[in-house]
Each structure stands twice: as structure tokens, then as C-alpha cells.
């Protein structure tokens, strides 16, 4: 039986644009976040470089089975909508 799906791992880096713009943007529809610095956490790290072609990809963010590389806040509700509903909140989602 799979685990269930807890949480939005948000994967980024201090100094990241386009990872503070998504966060933004995430926490502003209501979504919780699980934080993970790639420089602070090699297995972080470890996972980001494993679905982005061997880079350090940032913002990349993973809902259970599904990862997405530099996402647009909608990418992440679709992902949501699809593996993990239970994470959305009212008014989230399409």
C-alpha cells in the first residue's frame, strides 16, 4: 500500500528568484509548503538532481509520485487535482 501524500515538498535555494516568486505565489492561494534548501540537504539535493537531468534545478517542487521542475503555481494544483486532492483547500484548484 503506498504512503499517503502529506505535504508539498518545495525544494530551493537562498538567493532563488524564481523560488521565492513560486513560494509567494503558493503560499498566497493557501498552500502549505514543506521547505527543503538544497544547500543545506544533500539527500534535497540528491532528489532535485535526479529529476532534472543531473542540474540543481530550482524551484522544483514533489507531490508524492509526481515532480515538477521550475512549475507555474498552476502545474502544482493540477498535480495536486490529480495524485492529491485532499491537499487542496476551498478555492484552490480549477
Do not use: K
Not at 537562498?14 to 503558493?26: D, K, N, T
Not at 502549505?32 to 522544483?60: H, K, Q
Not at 498552476?74 to 490529480?82: G, P
Request: aromatic content about 8%; glycine content about 8%.
Amino acid at each position: 500500500m503506498d504512503e499517503p501524500i502529506e505535504a508539498i515538498e518545495f525544494y530551493w535555494r537562498p538567493g532563488c528568484g524564481f523560488s521565492a516568486l513560486l513560494e509567494r505565489q503558493l503560499r498566497r492561494a493557501g498552500f502549505e509548503l514543506d521547505m527543503r534548501n538544497i544547500w543545506d540537504e544533500p539527500e534535497a539535493a540528491a532528489f532535485v538532481r535526479s529529476v532534472a537531468d543531473g542540474n540543481e534545478t530550482v524551484p522544483t517542487v514533489r507531490i508524492g509520485p509526481v515532480a515538477l521542475v521550475n512549475p507555474e503555481p498552476e502545474d502544482v494544483v493540477a498535480a495536486l487535482e490529480e495524485v492529491a486532492p485532499h491537499l487542496l483547500v476551498d478555492g484552490q484548484g480549477r
